[in-house]
C-alpha cells in the first residue's frame, strides 16, 4: 500500500501569522548577524562572505507523510526509512489493514493503531506505513555490509533493542507485509539513548555513549552471550551538568581508529585494545559541540590513497545555553568552524567563522566531492522542546578546498523552519532530502510558533541548476559490485562533449574526477557513517564506440576495508564539479 500526502486530520494552517512570523524571524537575523560581523572583525577572525540571494533551490515532495523525520537513512534500493518515537500518542498516519500495536510497557497508548516510521520511495514520491513495536526516541543506527539497516537503542521499553529493516526488492514484499521491522529485544549490553553507530571495517558497528553510558560496545556479539561493554572514561571527563557530550561525534580514521569527539575535545581510540592512542587539543572558547548544544561534524572527502584526514565541526551553543532555555532565554548560537588535520604529528584547530550562527545544523557532504551543505537548525537557543526561537532558513555551503575567508556561501532559504527532531540526507540523484521538526513533547499542530513538521522537502544545489545540464554526465554503464583495490571501468556520457565534438573541436569535458558516496543515517544533528571518497583516476578516454559525447574513465577502488568500510556505496562520475545526473549504487567487500 502507498499514499500520496493528504493534510492530517488535525492539522490547523494558521498561514496569515506563520508568515508574518517567519517575516520577523528574517529580520532579527539580519540584525544579529550585522552584529556578528563587527563583533567578529573586532576579534581579527575573517568572517565568510555570504552570497546575496544565494544558490540552489526547494522543492515541497509531500506536505504531510504522517510522521515526523526525526531519523533517516537511504538503502541502496532508492527508499528512506524515517521514524520518530511511539510514545508521544497518534501519528497522522494509520497501520495497514486496522492493524494496531498493543504494547503494555508503552508509557502513553498501549494500544495504537498509527505507524510511527515510514518508508519514502524517492522515484515515485510515496511512502508506506511501518511498524516499530517498542520507543525508537533518539537512537542511532548504521547499514550493515549486506545493506540491512541495523537501528539500535532508544528509551523506555527500547534502551536495549536492535531492529533490523531490509532493502525491499520485491511488490510482493510490501502486499504482503513481510518487508517490515524485525525486532530483537535486550541485544545491547546497555541502554542506548542518544549514542552514536559507527560501521567498522569488518562490517560491525560501534555503539558508544547515551545518556550515563560512560561506554561503547559492538553489534553484532562475537557470541550471542556477550552482554559486555567497555569503559570510555574520556566520556565521564567531558561530562557536564548540562549532558553536553550525547551523541558524540564519531569518524573512522584512515589508520583505522576511531576519532572521537564530545563536547569540546576529541580523543583517537584504538577500539582493538581500548587504548586512546592520541589526545586532540580542546576545540578554541571551549564552548560545547555536542548535544543537546548540537553543532555538527563530518570527516571531510578523502583524497586517492590518502595520507591526511580532516575533520570539520561547526556551529554549536555556548557554556549555560541549554539551561538558560527553561527561562526562555535563548543565547546566540556558535557561528564558528573548527577544521583539524587528524593525522598530523601535531594537529591543530583552525578556527572560521560561518555567515550567520547555527545550532541543530545537518551536515552533508555532496557528491562533487566539493562541498558540504550546512542545513537546518536555528540560530539560537540549543536542542530540547521550545528551546529555540530562531529558526536557520538558508543553508549555507562550505567549499573545503577554497581559500580561507572564502568556503561558506549562503544559500536559498526555505520557508519551513526545521528546528528540533529535523534531518536531513543525501539522494542518488544529488538533492538533499530534509524532513522532521518538532520541538514540542507530543505532535503540536496549533497555538504554538513552530507547529510539528511531516512535510518533506528537498533542497536541489546549484550544481542541478539546469545551466548545467550540458556538463552533466550520465553513467551508461557500472559494475554492481567490486572488490578491494580493484581497477574497474566507468562509461558515461556529456551533451557539451557530444556538441563539441560533432562541430569538430574535441574535447568538450572538463577534468573528471568519481566519488564514492556512502549514504548516512541522520539524526540529531549528526549524519552517522557518513563518508566521500575519492577515487584514484587512471585515466579517461573516449568510448571505443565513438559516439559523440561517449566516455570510459578507470578507477582504482580503495585498497582497503578502513578506506571504505564493506556495504553498499553510490558512486559519481564528477565533470569539473557537476556530478552525474545520477549515481549508482555498487557493492564493495
Known amino acids: 500500500m502507498r499514499m500520496q500526502s493528504k493534510p492530517p486530520n488535525n492539522q490547523v494552517l494558521q498561514l496569515s501569522s506563520i508568515v508574518t512570523g517567519r517575516v520577523t524571524m528574517k529580520l532579527a537575523l539580519l540584525t544579529r548577524d550585522l552584529v556578528l560581523l563587527l563583533v567578529l572583525a573586532c576579534a581579527g577572525i575573517a568572517p565568510a562572505m555570504a552570497a546575496i540571494g544565494g544558490g540552489g533551490r526547494w522543492e515541497l515532495l509531500q506536505r504531510s507523510i504522517g510522521v515526523s523525520a526525526m531519523h533517516m537513512q537511504l538503502l541502496h534500493n532508492d527508499r528512506v526509512i524515517i521514524f520518530d518515537r511511539t510514545d508521544f500518542g497518534h501519528s497522522n498516519l494509520s497501520l495497514p489493514d486496522g492493524r494496531c500495536r498493543r504494547n503494555p510497557r508503552e508509557r502513553v497508548l498501549r494500544v495504537d493503531c498509527t505507524a510511527h516510521s515510514a518508508e519514502y520511495d524517492v522515484a515515485s514520491n510515496t511512502f508506506r506505513p511501518l511498524s516499530v513495536f517498542t520507543d525508537t526516541w533518539c537512537s542511532s543506527g548504521t547499514v550493515a555490509p549486506d545493506g540491512t539497516l541495523i537501528q539500535t537503542g532508544g528509551w523506555n521499553d527500547g534502551y536495549r533493542n536492535v531492529r533490523t529493516m531490509r532493502a525491499c526488492d520485491k511488490v510482493g514484499d510490501e502486499d504482503d507485509g513481510s518487508c517490515d521491522w524485525n525486532e530483537t529485544q535486550d541485544a545491547l549490553a546497555e541502554n542506548r539513548w542518544y549514542a552514536t553507530n559507527q560501521i567498522l571495517p569488518d562490517g560491525r558497528a560501534f ?31 567531558t561530562r557536564d551538568p548540562e549532558e553536553n557530550n550525547l551523541y558524540p561525534f564519531v569518524h573512522l580514521n ?75 532565554n535563548f543565547y546566540p548560537a556558535l557561528a564558528t568552524c573548527g577544521r583539524i588535520k587528524i593525522t598530523d604529528a601535531s594537529p591543530s584547530w583552525v578556527i572560521e567563522a560561518m555567515p550567520s550562527p547555527r545550532v541543530m545544523g545537518d551536515m552533508i557532504l555532496l557528491p562533487n566531492g566539493a562541498e558540504v551543505a550546512i542545513i537546518n537548525g536555528a540560530t539560537d537557543g540549543t536542542a530540547g522542546w521550545e528551546s529555540a526561537s530562531t529558526p536557520a532558513y538558508a543553508p549555507v555551503m562550505y567549499r573545503p578546498e577554497h581559500a580561507p575567508g572564502d568556503r561558506f556561501e549562503e544559500q536559498s532559504a526555505t520557508d519551513i523552519p526545521r528546528l528540533y527532531h529535523s534531518s536531513a540526507i543525501l539522494l542518488r540523484d544529488g538533492r538533499v532530502l530534509v524532513g522532521g521538526s518538532n520541538p514540542h513533547i507530543y505532535y503540536n499542530f496549533s497555538g504554538v510558533q513552530y507547529p510539528t513538521e511531516l512535510s518533506l522537502e528537498a533542497f536541489s544545489p546549484e550544481y542541478l541548476d539546469g545551466a548545467n545540464d550540458v556538463l552533466r554526465p550520465t553513467i551508461t554503464g557500472a559494475p554492481e559490485s567490486v572488490a578491494y583495490g580493484e581497477s574497474v571501468t566507468l562509461r558515461f556520457e556529456v551533451p557539451a562533449a557530444a556538441t563539441r565534438r560533432r562541430r569538430g573541436r574535441g574535447g568538450g569535458i572538463g577534468l573528471v574526477s568519481v566519488t564514492m558516496v556512502a549514504p548516512s543515517f541522520t539524526t540529531h544533528s549528526f549524519a552517522m557513517n557518513q563518508r566521500v571518497l575519492l577515487l584514484d583516476v587512471v585515466r579517461t578516454t573516449a568510448a571505443a564506440s565513438h559516439r559523440a559525447g561517449a566516455y570510459e574513465v578507470s578507477v582504482v577502488m580503495p585498497a582497503t576495508a578502513v578506506l571504505a568500510p564493506p556495504g553498499y556505496y553510490m558512486v559519481f562520475v564528477v565533470n569539473g564539479h557537476i556530478p552525474s545526473s545520477e549515481g549508482v549504487w555498487v557493492h564493495i567487500q
Open 207 to 237: 555503539i558508544v555513549g547515551g545518556r550515563r553510558q560512560f561506554n561503547y560496545e559492538f553489534f553484532p556479539k562475537a557470541e550471542g552471550s556477550d552482554t559486555s561493554a567497555i569503559a570510555l572514561p574520556f566520556l565521564v571527563q
Open 254 to 328: 584512515i589508520d583505522g581508529n576511531l576519532f572521537i569527539f564530545a563536547k569540546n575535545r576529541a580523543v583517537l581510540l584504538d577500539y582493538k585494545k581500548n587504548k586512546i592512542v592520541r589526545t586532540y587539543p580542546e576545540l578554541a572558547g571551549g564552548d560545547p559541540r555536542n548535544y543537546p548544544s548540537s553543532g555538527s561534524s563530518v570527516l571531510l572527502p578523502l583524497k586517492p590513497s590518502p595520507t591526511e584526514a580532516e575533520v570539520l565541526v561547526c556551529g554549536g551553543a555556548p557554556v549555560g545555553s541549554y539551561n538558560s532555555t527553561k527561562d526562555k
